[in-house]
């Protein structure tokens, strides 16, 4: 199944290093059977899209509890390819869960935010819980950073991109 993983970078850099990445928690999200089931509307692409936008707001979180890395302040998303994948509809509609590591060869492509996204990116991960519980407020925070298109990187790409970080 075709998933996306909230990294941060930090998790990119180990990703490379390593060659392989094990998701916070096991999440990722997926054009699940519920997702299809929750739009009245929409195409493959679309609901892609969905899934994608869903991983980079779980992002905004993991940069959050990651603490000062001296990286910059950008979401990424890995796209790979999982096996023995298990559907989450009771977390959301395109949650999944993956059993252990994703080599790098399963990876895909990377999004990653560019550096103009990131003074948007810190306010939206200092507002994410408080966006979570309904202020207005913090949801605009959140949505200025989502409104940034994220950059896309074949997965060899990946290490000349954190080498220009």
Partial sequence: MRVFVPATLAMLQK??????????NGTAFAVTPTLRESYAEG???????VALRDAALASLRLIGDQGDTGLPNRRAVLEADADDVTLRPDLDDAVVRIPGEIPIGRVIAAYVDNAAAEAAVAAAVEAVDEADL??????LTVGD???HDLAWYAAQ????LLELL
Avoid: H, I, K
């Fill in 134 to 139: 309904g202020d207005e407020d913090a949801e």
């Fill in 43 to 49: 195409d493959d692409d679309e609901l892609t899209d």
């Fill in 15 to 24: 990703l490379v290093a390593d060659g392989s990445l094990r998701p916070v």
């Fill in 157 to 160: 790409e990946l290490p000349f």
């Fill in 145 to 147: 950073a989502q409104d």
